[in-house]
């Protein structure tokens, strides 16, 4: 899952966007990004954010700027170290896929951060917040907390590959009041574009992404799409 990698498998795919979103680091979504360029995909920088209650949230962001400061609000609330042993090494590299350091800090743990918290942190920096694989029975929002708190600003809620719209709004009815998206959650290669959304925009960039999570201007969710190269 290195730079290069990903991009040339998501191009293969038939992709137009798609964001990086490691484990409570953002570390390697710069990278990524700079390999793509002058390609036809566009890259969101992310993270995929551990609450307290180890729910996962997902922030995208306008640029790694955002994505970088939010990033270190989380280093600072995030303990432990990784045992390589066991979770394995935690790569960081360049966008020509060179190893340029490990991340020694415990990413797969969880931070100090309720959910509201972490969505709020998204926000401050002008991201888009999103409650991942809220099917899941583990780290997702409604197995976590078993409902949305009212004081939990979300952008869209993300389904796993493994459902599908229909049950997961008549499983969790207040899935009802928010914008749907899915996504491959790739850790590997062969997972990119197993799973993608259907967004109607003007063009895959962040901005067209936030007015179509809002419904705004027309640009909107159509809903799941096919397998991606199949």
């Known amino acids: ?31 990524t990004m700079r390999a793509a360029a002058g390609s036809n995909l566009t890259v969101i ?34 303990f432990g170290e990784n045992n390589e042993e066991v979770f394995g090494y935690q790569v960081v590299v360049d966008e020509f896929d060179v190893v340029e ?29 999103v409650a991942s694989h809220v099917d899941r029975p583990g780290f997702g929002l409604f197995s976590q907390i078993g409902f949305i708190p009212e004081a939990l600003k979300l952008d869209a809620l993300e389904v796993s590959k493994h459902s599908d719209f229909g049950k997961v709004r008549a499983k969790f009815p207040q899935a009802g009041n928010y914008p749907l ?20 925009m003007a063009e895959p960039s962040f901005a067209e992404l936030r007015k179509a999570l809002a419904g705004q201007e027309g640009r909107a969710v159509i809903g799941a799409a096919p397998p991606c190269g199949i």
């Open 101 to 129: 350091d490990l991340d020694q800090r415990l990413l797969i743990g969880a931070t100090t951060l309720s959910a509201e918290r972490v969505a709020n942190l998204i926000h401050k920096f002008q991201g888009l917040t």
């Open 45 to 78: 920088p992310g993270i995929e954010i551990t609450s307290s209650e180890e729910v996962h949230v997902l922030g995208l962001f306008p640029s790694e700027t955002e994505a970088e400061a939010v990033q270190d609000e989380v280093y600072a609330r995030l």
């Open 181 to 200: 998206i899915t996504s491959s959650d790739a850790h590997y290669l062969k997972d990119v574009g197993s799973a993608a959304t259907l967004v109607r």
């Open 1 to 31: 899952m290195t730079p290069r990698a990903i991009v040339r498998t998501a191009l293969e795919k038939g992709l137009d966007m798609i964001a990086v979103c490691d484990h409570n680091s953002a570390r390697n979504a710069a990278a």
